[in-house]
């Protein structure tokens, strides 16, 4: 006799709790292929390619970094949910931090044809905060910014403000949020209509801002901004950190500024009157040289020449040249056009008075900063690299990146051939993959540091969160690069630790995004 079947059961089934630990080994599990992906999607972009081709691969590239930005924000939305935000304080400069956010973000806004610069008063100064949690709003806001912006730009900058705190915000020239939105975005999953545009993502990136910010005993907001896009801010009271007196040295100069660009016009505006002088601005030369007098310098920007063309420098007043770091075939076109100098955008305070002093004649080139890295050729020719990476196509793309840098590479698969290596080589920099079978990175880096090496370690991870630098530095390491490796980052990293100087300040280096 056949059995009646059983009834179903109407118990539901027992919920998996996954933690964040485990969702972190199952994200860099996700993350090494995609990582290859990326990587050499943008070798691809490096070839000789058609119109076509090219467009492909750009989709395909833009498509894995939207796949790696959901990643990365499911796990540190998942991280900071399980418990308080470790903070490590530390001094830091305001002026640098906008300036490499700024930097950080300048090749994604200029693939869209945007201009991002940053500014800050000269009584910034230095605050006490953990850098790498408030480089993490930034970046969040900033990156927003650009993604929704169409055309104009990006403006970030920070003052203090009253009761001792500091207030950083970042201003884009895009469609704005509307007054029922303000407040919902930064909920999580939550995501505000813009136009008509589909730009993806979770809805988590401002709901973790709001989360570190509240870490922080801060807050975040968004307001309008002048021009009629959004303006969002951090706020948080940071004890400030005595410095040294930034000076003035443009005092009793003017320096105009012509650009078609608002954001640069207001950023260059800024950081004059922050050195000390008096700026006047308009969008272009016409209207610029009205405004000044003989012998005040002017900046223009080249963005107001038409394709091919030359900007001609204004009688009597010597003239810098504003180029993107892809222009600088152009610079020596401008030098016999008689320009007295250039500077790279995003322009750099420093830099813009130190030029401006020499095309006034008050300066001397031997007092200048060294031409900008952002546009050298190659960033550390001649420099002998160890990487040590398991995964060959992560080892591809970072020895193709560091060859177009000049340098000379060895490749060590684990931790074991990276410690005999650096026993009859001396190396400029080791690269350092975090998670490799046998010794991890970490392992690695302290058996190296035990036997005595002092050679910069800079370590390679998909994981760019803040436990993960701390662990990096714990171990002995210098900095810290995230994967899939960016040309700009590697340059900047190269620079950093590849032209002398290191080894007095290794026991204080700080880690970069």
């Not at 007098?293 to 091919?308: F, K, T």
């Not at 960033?379 to 060859?403: M, Q």
Request: glycine content about 10%; some cysteine; proline content about 6%.
């Amino acid at each position: 006799m056949r059995r009646p079947p059983r009834p179903l059961s109407t118990r539901r089934p027992k919920r998996t709790h996954i933690s964040a630990e485990q969702l972190a080994s199952l994200s860099h599990e996700f993350r090494t292929p995609l990582n290859g992906v990326l990587g050499m999607a943008r070798l691809l972009e490096g070839t000789q390619l058609t119109a076509e081709q090219r467009a492909y691969s750009a989709a395909l590239r833009e498509s894995g970094e939207h796949l790696l930005n959901l990643v990365n924000d499911v796990l540190d939305f998942a991280k900071l949910g399980e418990g308080a935000v470790d903070l490590h304080p530390s001094p830091v400069d305001v002026e640098a931090l906008l300036q490499g956010v700024c930097e950080l973000l300048s090749p994604r806004a200029r693939e869209k044809g945007l201009e991002i610069a940053w500014a800050a008063p000269a009584e910034a100064g230095r605050i006490r905060a953990d850098e790498s949690r408030v480089r993490q709003v930034l970046l969040n806001f900033a990156g927003n910014a650009v993604k929704f912006t169409p055309q104009g730009g990006v403006l970030l900058s920070a003052a203090p403000v009253d009761g001792g705190r500091v207030r950083f915000t970042v201003e884009d020239t895009g469609p704005g949020v509307s007054a029922h939105d303000r407040d919902r975005i930064f909920e999580a999953f939550t995501q505000t209509e813009v136009g008509h545009a589909d730009v993806g993502g979770a809805g988590l990136g401002l709901a973790i801002a709001r989360r570190l910010a509240q870490a922080m005993n801060g807050d975040v907001g968004v307001d309008n901004s002048r021009g009629g896009g959004a303006l969002f801010w951090f706020e948080a009271a940071f004890p400030s950190v005595p410095a040294a007196g930034a000076g003035a040295p443009l005092a009793g100069r003017t320096v105009g500024i012509a650009s078609p660009n608002p954001v640069v016009r207001d950023a260059a505006r800024r950081q004059v009157q922050a050195c000390g002088g008096r700026a006047v601005s308009a969008p272009d030369v016409a209207g610029l040289a009205q405004r000044t007098r003989p012998g005040d310098v002017l900046l223009l920007d080249h963005a107001l020449a038409a394709e091919g063309a030359i900007l001609k420098k204004v009688e009597r007043r010597p003239s810098i040249i504003l180029l993107a770091p892809e222009e600088r075939d152009r610079m020596d076109r401008y030098r016999k056009a008689g320009f007295a100098g250039y500077l790279i955008k995003p322009l750099r305070r420093a830099s813009l008075a130190e030029r401006v002093l020499i095309a006034a004649g008050v300066g001397t080139e031997s007092a200048a900063a060294p031409e900008d890295e952002r546009i050298a050729e190659a960033a550390a020719p001649g420099a002998r690299i160890l990487l040590v990476e398991d995964n060959p196509i992560n080892a591809l793309l970072a020895k193709a990146l560091l060859a177009r840098e000049g340098c000379e590479v060895d490749h060590a698969i684990d931790g074991s051939e990276a410690i005999s290596a650096v026993k009859v080589t001396a190396y400029d920099l080791i690269l350092m993959d975090m998670r490799m079978p046998g010794l991890s990175g970490e392992e690695t880096a302290r058996r190296l540091r035990a036997d005595g090496l002092r050679t910069p370690i800079v370590a390679l991870t998909a994981n760019a969160f803040d436990d993960d630098r701390q662990a990096c530095l714990a171990a002995g390491m210098d900095d810290f690069l995230v994967k899939p490796l960016s040309p700009d980052a590697l340059r900047a990293a190269l620079t950093r630790w590849t032209r002398g100087g290191w080894t007095e300040f290794a026991a204080r280096a700080k880690v970069r995004a």
